[in-house]
């Protein structure tokens, strides 16, 4: 879409350019700014040209940077230990858009958009992962990306913040994990996706997006049992009804595929079940 209020681009290369203006909003790979109207918006501050490295490695985990299109994400190589490596593929894949979005969209983009279908929301919020936010006086802080997505379309950036990387704990890379989505249609929007994770401590951790309008997290010290589970599944209460599926069709798939994924991890407790 032409945007026609736009006047002005700039092209950011220091952390001082993405200072914003009245009216300006930065753009990453634009899939979402280009996709619809955007009142109120006459500039756009490019933030690809400060040249973030899409992907660092450290002993502490992943940090993906903002500017990370899906594509990059989706190829990072195996790596000896992290065997929740299957999930980046799994919800690069659950990205409802071709493969030349994937070249383009990014992962910040997707978090910040704060659709509930988001697939790098997802990830995010199954491997605790933390967000790294800068704020224009010059500060960062940092926010768990399960709690950045309040609603739909709706996040905790606070004006002229910008999201500048995901950063995603060994402890969540080296854990066994399980994947589940469902949609009405084989290409269809995400109907709702569930990710289980059972952490070298034993703690197991459930995780259900996409047909809520914020990823809600489930905590148990241990692999729980299906009533527990169940419960804990049914507690949730921001399920929502759209054209890609009814509140309670999702609220009821959402507990049988955590079942599912609960089945999974009891069965082969000693090896990689990412499916």
């Known amino acids: 879409m032409d945007l026609i209020t736009v006047r002005e681009i700039r092209v950011a290369r220091t952390r001082d350019d993405i ?48 500017t990370c299109t899906i594509a990059e994400l989706s190829r990072i190589p195996e790596h000896e230990g992290w065997r929740a490596h299957p999930l980046f593929s799994q919800t690069a894949n659950s990205l409802l858009a071709s493969f030349k979005i994937w070249n383009v969209a990014t992962v910040g983009g997707n978090i910040c958009t704060s659709l ?15 967000a790294l936010i800068w ?47 469902i949609a009405l249609s084989p290409l269809g929007r995400t109907g709702t996706l569930l990710i289980a994770r059972v952490d070298a401590s034993g703690e197991t951790v459930f995780t259900v997006s996409g047909g809520t309008t914020r990823p809600r997290v489930l905590r148990f010290d241990e692999l729980p049992t299906a009533a527990a589970l169940r419960q804990a599944v049914e507690s949730i209460t921001e399920w929502f009804t759209d054209p890609h599926g009814a509140a309670d069709w999702r609220r009821a798939m959402s507990v049988l595929l955590a079942e599912e994924l609960r089945e999974e991890l009891n069965a082969a407790p000693n090896e990689d079940v990412s499916a």
């Open 19 to 66: 200072v914003l203006a009245p009216g300006e909003q930065p753009l990453g790979g634009g899939t979402w700014l280009f996709s619809e109207e955007q009142p109120g918006l006459t500039g756009l501050v490019d933030l690809t040209a400060l040249g973030w490295q899409p992907l660092v490695e450290s002993d502490a985990g992943l940090s993906i940077a903002a």
């Open 135 to 181: 704020s224009p006086d010059g500060t960062e802080r940092r926010l768990a990306v399960a709690d950045f997505v309040t609603a739909s379309r709706e996040n905790e950036l606070l004006p002229g913040e910008v999201l500048r990387a995901v950063e995603i704990p060994t402890t969540s890379l080296t854990a066994r994990t399980a994947f589940r989505r």
């Open 116 to 130: 509930p279908a988001g697939p790098m929301i997802s990830l995010g919020a199954a491997t605790d992962a933390t």
